[in-house]
């Protein structure tokens, strides 16, 4: 049976790195470099996020992270985030607190992180990713033959 990190690394990704040193954010950036602009420095700047904490499961194919964010009016909230290995947003968190999706405290976001992280299927969550990629490159693919041969006419 193949692992999830090597299903990982046949289909031509790269994992999640578990172990980072120094700015969260910056190391949620590099993580989802290429495959998201969610921890983009303009993206966090924009939306006043700060990454509190970050982690991966085992095989680095699922990237989880707790940020905190400051919505239009009100207070800073927290909340937790998922990333499929394509750096889709899985889960995030849908609480609300004075009409915006977050925890009062970060404690609230990181409880719920471990909640999930209990729950989630990450082999069906990959393959679910993996899935909806071959679909998108099926339908690139079609699309590009359909040009090709109005083309060639």
């Not at 909230?77 to 290995?85: G, S, T």
């Not at 990181?110 to 679910?128: D, M, P, W």
Request: hydrophobic share 35%.
């Amino acid at each position: 049976m193949t692992t999830i990190a090597e299903l990982i690394r046949a289909t031509g990704n790269r994992a999640y790195e578990a172990q980072h040193y120094g700015n969260s954010s910056e190391h949620c950036g590099r993580q989802l470099s290429g495959r998201s602009h969610y921890y983009d420095e303009g993206t966090r700047r924009y939306f006043g996020a700060r990454v509190l904490d970050v982690s991966t499961d085992p095989d680095g194919a699922m990237l989880f992270t707790v940020e905190s964010v400051t919505p239009p009016s009100g207070p800073r909230l927290y909340r937790m985030v998922a990333f499929d290995v394509y750096g889709n947003v899985v889960h995030r968190t849908e609480h609300e607190t004075n009409g915006f999706a977050g925890w009062k405290t970060a404690d609230g976001a990181r409880a719920e992180l471990r909640k999930y992280r209990e729950s989630v299927n990450v082999s069906g969550v990959t393959a679910a990713a993996i899935a909806a990629k071959v679909k998108a490159i099926k339908r690139e693919a079609a699309e590009l033959d359909a040009v090709l041969a109005e083309w060639l006419v």
